[in-house]
């Protein structure tokens, strides 16, 4: 069944510059620019030698932090973990200019103890800034920071999972601070609460690489970009399939390149984030902007995301010539309510293949909400083109704006859906454009009557 609800819907050619591959090009080159990866001096040391053994069995986490204090004290450079498997019962906490090797083989594991996060550390939690147990890999504050080569960092998220039925009361607490602008130094969690720390966070660094590393098993979201800038992550692969395991959350940053990435996740491969409700809205000269994905394998829940913590704004997205590698139950998710405000704008698909979905398309600015419901967010400026997908179990293209604040200039081109059992349902939206749009079979030439 088609089903077509429209409130200002365009049946034209894409007359607007903005969508256009030269002007789109254009701004990725400029995007571009502004990003390289970091470079480390020439002091090079092997976790080894600080007393790390690599059996599973010792914990190497103080060999860890030796190795880090002896790359600071030399001003920066590499520390090389060779094969073997490395358990730590403790963080890692990176100091500016240095960079991370993972050999061939080489495999960091982290422990369950809660106890072994603490101190707490200064973070975000799904979007409001808290105190609360060290995400396992950390950085804050740092610049020219890296992990690379072709090793495993494993969180042991599975022995974390019974937090996610003890967080309710928790995550409820963190918002309602968030709503009272209680002051970020009182909102101290950690022992005796039950928020699962990230796999890896930096925090307000810049200057970063991850590349060639295989990520498995965290507790929570996997890699955690947190108001950073000039971000490269590369080669990467993933094994994630615990509750909330996003593969890559952007949130308040900027400048940021993503490509040739295999992911395999519980939840959100891409997720562009930029706060939560009231301390979002604060924080608006942060936005989360500027950043091309490409060239990327999606598997898992949803490919890309963006929301719904995104009050500070969402701007400047280039996602293209990605492709699905498995089932995702949504290929491309926009969403935000009307506690966010903020704005998602100026995003772009191009040349993205999915396969099997619920839904193809979904844009909402009806996300579930808890607050007032006074501040809707402004979605405009949307160009998807050049998308085919094998089947949607559900709706092929869905758009729901905001009575208040319709979603505007939504331009979609060249989309073939196969199978779906809903075609398409746009309401509160205007200056919608749609070409070339085929969901089922290709109608030929009416038959002609005898």
């Known amino acids: 069944m088609i089903r077509l609800l429209t409130t200002a819907l365009l049946l034209c050619c894409f007359a607007q510059s903005q969508g256009q591959p030269s002007e789109t090009k254009a701004a990725i080159d400029g995007i571009l620019s502004e990003i390289s990866v970091p470079t480390f001096p020439s002091y090079t040391t092997k976790v080894t030698r600080f007393g790390a053994k690599g059996d599973s069995i ?26 073997g498997t490395y358990t730590l019962h403790g963080p890692i ?78 995550k409820q607490h963190s918002r309602d601070m968030n709503h009272a602008s209680t002051p970020i130094t009182e909102r101290q969690f950690g022992e005796g ?15 970063i690489l991850i590349e060639g590393i295989h990520v498995e098993d965290s507790p929570f979201w996997c890699l955690h970009m947190l108001r950073c800038s000039n971000i490269t992550m590369r080669g990467l692969s993933y094994d994630a399939h615990n509750k909330n395991n996003d593969g890559i959350d952007l949130e308040y940053s900027r400048n940021v390149l993503i490509e040739d990435i295999d992911f395999n996740n519980a939840d959100d491969n891409i997720a562009i984030k930029a706060g939560r409700d009231h301390e979002g809205r604060a924080n608006s000269i942060t936005p989360s902007e500027n950043i091309v994905a490409r060239n990327c394998r999606f598997q898992g829940l949803h490919a890309l995301v963006v929301g719904s913590e995104m009050a500070a704004g969402v701007r400047n997205v280039y996602v293209q010539d990605c492709q699905a590698s498995g089932y995702l139950k949504r290929g491309i998710y926009l969403k ?17 293949s999915l396969l099997e979905v619920e839904d193809c398309f979904y844009i909402t600015s009806n996300y579930h909400n808890e607050g007032s419901g006074e501040y809707p967010s402004q979605v405009s400026d949307i160009y998807i083109s050049n998308v085919t997908c094998q089947s949607a179990n559900q709706s092929a293209i869905v758009i729901q704006g905001h009575p208040d604040k319709k979603i505007k200039n939504i331009q979609l081109r060249n989309i073939k859906v196969k199978e779906a059992k809903y075609g398409l349902s746009i309401t509160d939206a205007l200056d919608v454009t749609l070409e070339e749009i085929i969901v089922g079979k290709d109608i030929t030439a009416p038959t002609s009557v005898h």
């Not at 506690?339 to 191009?350: F, K, L, P």
């Open 58 to 83: 010792s914990d190497d986490h103080l060999a860890f932090a030796k190795a880090m204090a002896a790359c600071k004290k030399k001003g920066g450079g590499t520390i090389v973990v060779p094969a």
């Open 93 to 170: 906490h990176f100091v500016s200019n240095v960079r991370l090797h993972l050999d061939q083989g080489a495999k960091i594991r982290f422990g369950s103890n809660p106890a072994d996060y603490l101190p707490m550390v200064i973070t975000s939690w799904e979007g409001t800034m808290l105190y609360n147990y060290s995400p396992m890999i950390y950085a804050y504050q740092a610049e020219n920071i890296a992990i690379t080569g072709e090793g495993t960092i494993d969180g042991e998220g599975h022995l974390w999972m019974d937090w996610k039925q003890k967080e309710q009361a928790d």
């Open 193 to 207: 609460h039950y928020l699962r720390p990230q796999l890896l966070q930096f925090f307000d660094c810049k200057n």
């Open 336 to 352: 935000t309510n009307t506690d966010r405000g903020g704005y998602i704008q100026n995003i772009h698909m191009d040349r993205v």
